[in-house]
């Protein structure tokens, strides 16, 4: 049984005190009470990341973010019974209430029907030259450069493999020999390795042409770069729930403009802003994909992912944004690998 009190929230809870519910749990959900504590609704990692987007913050209250018509079951209902409503209405978790709609339980679909592993494959784009952190890459390619006590790469794979994503296939081009003699067949670090090599350089979507056999269901994309602590099976599950075509991860990136900003109109000032700070959401090289995409991939021709997005976009596809607010880092330039190694082990909790 799961101890509810521990995911408890009220419609005047904030933003922040959910993130720590959910991100705490091992359910990924909040259950919203009222004072005599009959449910009044749920929030998922994906209710809060549509908010994010639409410029809530974390200070504000989750009241206009909660689910208000959550799928419940009544604590008289069977096992079987309660399987075949999460499976209708294609969702893991029920709150379990009495006939007064009083909160005693939540169910987990995975726990009931006892399944880990998830077949969903991740791809991860390891061929990059990584030019910008020369001399560190002469001789290794930088998806194998150690931050902590272990190559990029091999976080990556064990993140991934942390929420039951053991099917990897890794895209290999620059010193590719390196990360195949260390990997194999991933049989040491408790998942299924194979790769595909690029012998001309094809792009972060081009690559997936070289694919042999296509996934049947969504699959990741991830450049081998970055060091993140995201929730992968939050971000399959807020791309499949939307039955997208493909789910780009963002980042909010603030840029200063060091100058005092003039407003006019024809040659009249009507306002100026002194050294705004402006917003935009950056690509996080993160992906979700759906299998209809490859329609879409030329065959052996470099292709890469924004362009990918952009023709999903003019065909008027479901194209969806999962904006990140854990820890994420792009290890491009010098600096950001020293950023990296000062926090590694505060971020993943290794010794």
């Known amino acids: 049984m799961q101890n509810i009190e521990n995911i408890k929230l009220t419609a005047n809870s904030t933003i922040k005190e959910a993130l720590q519910i959910i991100n705490q749990g091992a359910i990924q959900i909040a259950l919203v009470v ?3 504590d009959r449910l009044i609704g749920t929030l998922t990692d994906g209710d809060i990341r549509r908010g994010l987007l639409k410029n809530y913050t974390l200070d504000d209250t989750i009241n206009d973010l909660y689910f208000k018509n ?50 969903n494959r991740v791809i991860l784009m390891a061929g990059g030259l990584g030019t ?16 902590g006590n272990k190559p990029i790469l ?31 067949d991933g049989s040491d670090f408790g998942v299924n390795i194979d ?18 056999d296509k996934p049947n269901e969504p ?6 770069d970055l060091l993140t602590d995201v929730n992968f099976s939050n971000l399959l599950d ?10 780009m991860c963002v980042r909010e990136y603030e840029y200063q403009i060091p100058y005092g900003v003039v407003q006019t109109e024809d040659d009249n000032i009507i306002a100026i802003e002194e050294k705004p700070i402006k ?51 792009d290890i491009g330039r010098m600096s950001d690998f020293e950023q990296a190694q000062s926090e590694y082990f505060r971020v993943f909790n290794e010794k």
């Open 70 to 119: 959550p799928i419940t079951s009544l604590n008289t209902e069977t096992k079987d019974k309660i399987i075949q409503k999460a499976i209708k209405n294609q969702i893991y978790q029920i709150p379990i209430v009495d006939e007064k709609n009083v909160l005693v339980d939540i169910v987990n679909l995975a726990t009931l029907l006892k399944t880990t592993n998830k077949r």
């Open 195 to 212: 790769y595909i090599e690029e012998n001309n350089r094809l792009g972060t979507a081009g690559a997936l042409s070289l694919l042999k």
């Open 34 to 36: 009222d004072e005599n």
């Open 279 to 329: 917003k935009f959401f950056v690509n996080a090289g993160i992906y979700v994909l759906s299998p209809n995409i490859f329609e879409l991939i030329p065959k052996n021709e470099f292709f890469d992912m924004p362009t990918l997005f952009n023709i999903l976009v003019e065909k008027e596809r479901k194209v969806l944004s999962f904006p990140i607010h854990e820890y994420w880092l």
């Open 154 to 184: 091999e976080t990556i794979i064990k993140n991934f493999a942390s929420h039951g994503f053991i099917n990897i296939t890794i895209s290999l081009n620059y010193k590719g020999d390196i990360i195949k003699d260390y990997f194999k």
């Open 132 to 147: 910008r952190l020369r001399p560190l890459t002469e001789d290794t390619p930088k998806p194998m450069l150690k931050v």
């Open 238 to 247: 807020f791309h499949s729930f939307a039955n997208a075509n493909a789910t």
């Open 219 to 224: 699959f990741f994309v991830m450049n081998g």
